[in-house]
Structure formats: structure tokens, C-alpha cells
């Protein structure tokens, strides 16, 4: 039995009975449905909760009479639980948007269940690009990135530097299917070819034999299209197995700075990845970290955290305009006419496809000797344009867009 709780923040004093009328219920109710206790709790978790939080204070939305509650559950990583929490949610708990979703499986179902109730799911964890491609629908935006983006960004700049060969080493559900059939596009596109592949269930503990079969292969690069530990404990065991002493390079494909801080920067050290923000970026990213960790001491905010409040704010500006909450396409289809823009990811735009569009970052992982306090991960090494960051809009095939 699963506990779900409950955060209340309600004005001081409503400013009229029909300020609240305008939303169904009399409140804008927000479901973070997240691992809270596995293999992503670090990337999405607690830290997506206290996003939220920020979110709503930062948004004005209390101060002007509305009342908000946050309701949060453990969807395990199944999609079967997510999607059950996500009709009971909509159709008893009266929620009227979700956000985060961390495993692919569950945000797909979630962004079904959104559809059939006319409600909002807000994607910030989840990695699919199917989300915005052949799953697409009119209640679904994806925020932070995705797999076509991931592939696009670290895999074209593994190819470019001779990383022609590749054999993946793959999670096996949505999210890691999506990220080594995007990958394997852009290495094959570049004249480069995959070796081989192998998968493997959520939350693996031993990669022995899966690295032994990558060895085997002779690849120069052995790719992860996983997350979380078990992109940790991937690269962890690679270091014991010598992978590097035989020529063979590692390529994360997903990482975010929870992962380097739990690796630590001499092992992590030269690794290459693609984020789309980093909570060292400048004054506005470092001064909501230090407001986020007031709440996670000791815990960097990821890619992820800052989706969820980027997400939020710019949902709590199209209600407002709307004056309503009550039809979830009417409020997505307000998120795509209105520009985006907040303290950290900027301006943008959501696309017809429910693509949010930003700037990616190639980041390397520092050295130990080159970091300079707690959290100094990366480095710069280029920055994608938005416009070429996300998959062309012609390439999706989702309806929403002609394709």
C-alpha cells in the first residue's frame, strides 16, 4: 500500500468566491507522480516535489487568490502503477495536471491517461522522443529533453572525435529502446556502425556479462542508453574490468550531475554528456539551487528539478489567461501560443508538437584537480542552438503537426 501526501498552500485570504470559481473544484490541484525510492529518486524524486514548491511561490498564483495543493506518489518505475495512479488521480482526487513522470514506460501511460480525462501532464524526467513523435496528443508537453536530443548531442560528438564503432548496452524498456534507436541513427548517419547490442533489466546490480560481451566486440565505444544507477554501476564496473587499458571508450548517454557527484569526479573524469541545464549555469540557476537545497542539503538539482518548475510556471500563466483549469487542451494549447521564459531555462517556445524548445549544452566532466568547490562538475564544451537541439518537426510524424 502506497502513502500519498498531501502539501497544502493556500492563500491567507481569498480574494472572492468567484476567484476560485474560475478553477475546477475551487483549487489547482498538481500531481507529482516520481520514483521516490529507486533507481531515479536522485535525478527526479523528493527534489521534483520541492521544485514544484518553488514553482508555486515564484508563480504569484496563491497570492492572487487561488488556492494550489501538491499530491505525490511512487510510481515504481511500472507503468501499470503510474497509470493507475494517474485515473484515480483525474477522476477522484479531481488533479488537474502531472508533472515529471521519470521512467519513459510511465510517462507514455500517463500521457494516455491525460488524454482520455482531457487533464496536463507536464514531462520533465522522461526521455522518450516518442512522446513528441508517434505518441504524441493534444494534453502532453515534454519539457527537458529526449532520447533524439541525447543522441544528437553526445552521440554525434563521440562520432565526430572517431568513435565510428559501437556496441550499446541498453535498459530494456521504452526509454533505453528509444535512446539506442535514436543513437544508432545518428552513428550509422556519420558512416559508423554498431556492433552489437545488449540489454538489460531496470535496476541491474551486475554488468559483468554485458561489459564482457561489449569487449568482445572490439567496439570503440561502448554505449550506455541507460540512467541512474544503472548508468552508475555500469561505469563503475567498466573501471574494474579495464575498459579504458583495451581502447574502449564509455559513452553516457543519459547523465545528470546527481550521477557524477555519486561517481565522484575521478572516475567520472572526461566523460562527455548533453544537458540542457546545469545548476551552475549563472547567477539565476545558482540562486534557485541554494532556495532548493534549503529543502535537499547537500543534493544538486538536475535537468530534471529544473524542468518540473519551468514546467509549472509557464502552466500556472496559461491558467491564469484562461481564468480556467478545467480543459487540459485548452490549457496546453495556451502553453504553445504563449512564449516561454523563466529564470532558468529562459525563452522558448512550446512547439505544435508539445516539444518544448531550449538550448542544449555539451558538457565534459572535470578532473579533480580542475574543480574548484563542491559541484564544480563540467566544463563547456558547446552549446546547441534550440533550433537544433529537438528533432525537426517534419520528422516526428505526430499528428498535432501535419506529419
Not at 86 to 104: C, H, L, P, R
Not at 150 to 170: E, M, P, Q, R, Y
Not at 363 to 368: H, L, M, Q, R
Amino acid at each position: 500500500m502506497k502513502v500519498i501526501c498531501y502539501v497544502a498552500l493556500v492563500a491567507a485570504a481569498l480574494l472572492s468566491s468567484s476567484a476560485n470559481a474560475q478553477y475546477s473544484d475551487g483549487v489547482v490541484k498538481i500531481g507529482v507522480l516520481t520514483d521516490m525510492s529507486s533507481i531515479y529518486s536522485d535525478i527526479v524524486g523528493p527534489g521534483a516535489v520541492v521544485a514544484a514548491k518553488l514553482a508555486i511561490q515564484d508563480s504569484g498564483v496563491v497570492g492572487k487568490g487561488i488556492k494550489v495543493e501538491i499530491i505525490f506518489a511512487d510510481h515504481q518505475n511500472k507503468a501499470d502503477i503510474g497509470s493507475s495512479f494517474a485515473n484515480s488521480w483525474f477522476d477522484v482526487d479531481k488533479v488537474d495536471v502531472i508533472v515529471e513522470g521519470g521512467s519513459s514506460a510511465v510517462a507514455l501511460a500517463v500521457s494516455e491517461a491525460a488524454r482520455q480525462k482531457n487533464r496536463v501532464m507536464l514531462a520533465s524526467g522522461a526521455a522518450t522522443s516518442d512522446l513528441t513523435g508517434s505518441k504524441c496528443n493534444a494534453n502532453t508537453i515534454h519539457w527537458v529533453y529526449d532520447t533524439w536530443n541525447l543522441a544528437h548531442g553526445t552521440g554525434n560528438a563521440v562520432v565526430k572525435t572517431g568513435g565510428d564503432s559501437w556496441f550499446f548496452i541498453t535498459a530494456d524498456y521504452a526509454f533505453g529502446q528509444a535512446l539506442e534507436r535514436d543513437t544508432t541513427a545518428v552513428v550509422e548517419a556519420a558512416g559508423g556502425r554498431v556492433l552489437g547490442k545488449v540489454r538489460h533489466p531496470l535496476n541491474t546490480y551486475d554488468f559483468s556479462s554485458f561489459l564482457l560481451q561489449a569487449q568482445a566486440s572490439k567496439a570503440k565505444i561502448i554505449g550506455l542508453a541507460n540512467a541512474g544507477n544503472d548508468t552508475i554501476n555500469a561505469i563503475k564496473q567498466a573501471g574494474e574490468f579495464g575498459i579504458a587499458k583495451n581502447g574502449q571508450k564509455l559513452a553516457g548517454l543519459l547523465l545528470f550531475a546527481s550521477d557524477v557527484v555519486a561517481l565522484g569526479l575521478p572516475v567520472a573524469q572526461g566523460l562527455v554528456l548533453t544537458e540542457t541545464w546545469y545548476w551552475d549555469m549563472n547567477d539565476d540557476s545558482r540562486a534557485w539551487t541554494r532556495r532548493w537545497q534549503a529543502e535537499r542539503p547537500g543534493k544538486f538539482p538536475t535537468m530534471a528539478h529544473a524542468g518540473v518548475y519551468s514546467s509549472l510556471i509557464h502552466y500556472f500563466k496559461a491558467i491564469e489567461a484562461l481564468r480556467s483549469d478545467s480543459d487540459g487542451k485548452a490549457v496546453v494549447a495556451k502553453m504553445k501560443e504563449l512564449p516561454t521564459d523563466d529564470p532558468l531555462f529562459g525563452k522558448g517556445i512550446v512547439r505544435a508538437d508539445g516539444r518544448k524548445l531550449h538550448n542544449a549544452y555539451l558538457f565534459e566532466v572535470k578532473a579533480p584537480d580542475e574543480s574548484r568547490y563542491p559541484g564544480d562538475l563540467y566544463k563547456l564544451r558547446a552549446t546547441i542552438p534550440a533550433a537544433e537541439a529537438f528533432r525537426p518537426l517534419a520528422e516526428g510524424h505526430c499528428a498535432l503537426a501535419g506529419g
